[in-house]
Every structure is written in C-alpha cells, then in structure tokens.
C-alpha cells in the first residue's frame, strides 16, 4: 500500500497573475465554486506546476507522484500536503490510490521529442509506453476528467499514429477530448517560445461541450523583467575557453542567444528558445544572454522565472545547479496550465 496523504491545502508558490480581468467578479466565484472539493492526481509531477497551476484555479491536490528522487527535495519543500511519493508507476497499483476526481500528468517527452531523437512507443527506457499506465488507471478509477501535456511533436510523430493511439484509447475508455497546442509566450504572458500540446477530457459530453481553451493574450514581459542584477561569477564565461568563440555574436543586452555546439543563434523573436533538461549539462539549447558585465546562461532561479514560477517558490540548496536546470526544462508553464484549469472549471 502506498502512502497517502491528505490534509488542508497549503499553496506555498504563487505564479505569474496572467488571467485578464473581464470585471465579472462572479465568474471568478463560480470557478471556485465549480472547483470546490474537486480532487487531483497529480501524476509525473516533476516539481509541482501542474499542481501550482490547478490550486491556482481552485482544485485540492490528494496524492502527487514521479520516479525522480531528486523531484522529491524539491517538491515537498514547497508543498506542505500531498508529499511527493517516489515510485514507479508502472507499479503503483490504481485501487492503492485516494478518492480524485481528475488525473493530471506531463507523461515523460523525452521519447516524443525532437530533442529525445523521437522514438515515441520504441524508447528503450519505456518512456512512451508510460501513457499506458496512465490509461490503466483511468480505466481503473474513472475520474471525471484529465488533463495531459506533451511536446507538441506528439501529434505528427510516426505520421500521425502515435497519436491516433492516445486519442482513441482514451475515447475507448468513455471520454471526450479536446486538444490544442499552446505556446507559452502567447498563452503564458512569459517569454519564452515553448510549445506544448494540452489534451483535455470529460466523461459528460456537455462539459466538454462548453470547454474552450484559453484565448491568445499579449506578451507584456520582457526577457530583462526575468533576469537577476547580480549573478555568482560561476555563471559567465567570461575568460572561460568558449567566450572566445561567442563574445563577437553575443553582443546585445535584452536578447537570448542559444549555444548550438558550433555556433550562436540569436533568438529572432526576442523571447527564449524553449528550455529544456538537458541545458545545464552541454546541451545545444543553452540559453545565453549579454548582462552589460559580460557573457553568461541564465541561472537555475531565471530559468524556473520563465517557467512562470515566482520568486518564494524555493529552490533545494542541496541540489546542483545541473539537476535545477533539468528540473526546470521538465516542468511546465504554469500560467498556461492555470488558464486551462481556470477553462476547466467554467466548463463544469
């Protein structure tokens, strides 16, 4: 039996307030209201910004899940119920599980991915197949709706098909589902150009009949509003060897500048290339920028900013910088995620 816990919920991190104002102060209440005893399996949690997201919209999170040890430090640091629980979903049995009413989860992408190389169901570690887990337990527990978020290479990966499987093993398993991709520098009021495709399902047909996603709204933050005025001199490269290869490209303070190995792209919509596990260890879409005091990549607390997380939301000082950075570039944009929630529960 796995442990479950369940007590009064504590939001500890508050995200970006991105949700414009229609003056109807009674849509907000009835999204509370819509919300209220409505329960959440927070599945591949990573960090909790799918949580933060949905508590944001009025949802209470009852158990929350990933395989990462190292999630663990930093989640339960910031949630005060509903510990992470570290186990292998694969083996976490459905009847083991709380009362919920919807199931959350960014399953894993990295087999999906351009930058995982897209071997989709194929992945020799078994990452594609996890959907499957996460449609046993639909199939176990019946929620009243879910919602799931990827990579938007999903829809096109294997021309199509990997896909087709997910939309109809869902549908076969009583639900309607609506499905859009999103991109967080449109929807996220944050700039960063991450695109990311959300699956959102019903058991009642009306519901999601009235659900809509989000509408586009203007990208009002700049790259400069997320960046720290001073920085641990770790983070430069100025004298370092490859400064010498960089520092006639990257030249120009507010703009965002990716490593590809060989070269220096400059980011043309002035936003950030999206941010990704693997940034903090080599990888070809490190983001760097020019500070005025020299050439640099964005530090782990800057990069969690362009996820849309705030500054009181705590990073583990135990952690290297390394395992922040993958954390953050496998989280989501939780203002995107807390529009879809807030959609969700008008929907109800």
Known sequence: ???????????????????????????????????KNRRTLDLFAGVGGIRMGFEKAGFTTVFANDFEKQCKDTYDLNFKNSKLVVEDITKIEAEDLPEFDYLLGGFPCQAFSIAGYRKGFEDERGRGNLFFDIARIIKARKPEGFLLENVKN????????????????LEALGYYIKYKVLNTMEYGNIPQNRERIYIVGFKDKKIIEKFEFPEPIPLTVKITDMLDDKVDEKYYYNGKPLYERIKDDVNEIGQVYQWRRQYVRKNKKGVCPTLTANMGMGGHNVPIIYDGKGVRKLTPRECFRLQGFKDDYKLPANLPDSRLYKQAGNSVSVPVIERIATQMARAL
């Open 1 to 35: 039996m796995l442990p479950i816990f369940v007590d009064d919920l504590e939001i500890r991190g508050i995200v970006w307030e991105i949700i414009p104002s229609d003056g109807n102060h009674s849509t907000t209440n009835t999204v509370k209201n819509n919300t």
């Open 154 to 169: 999903l829809k096109t990966h294997d021309g199509g098909n990997t896909f087709k499987v997910i939309k109809e093993t």
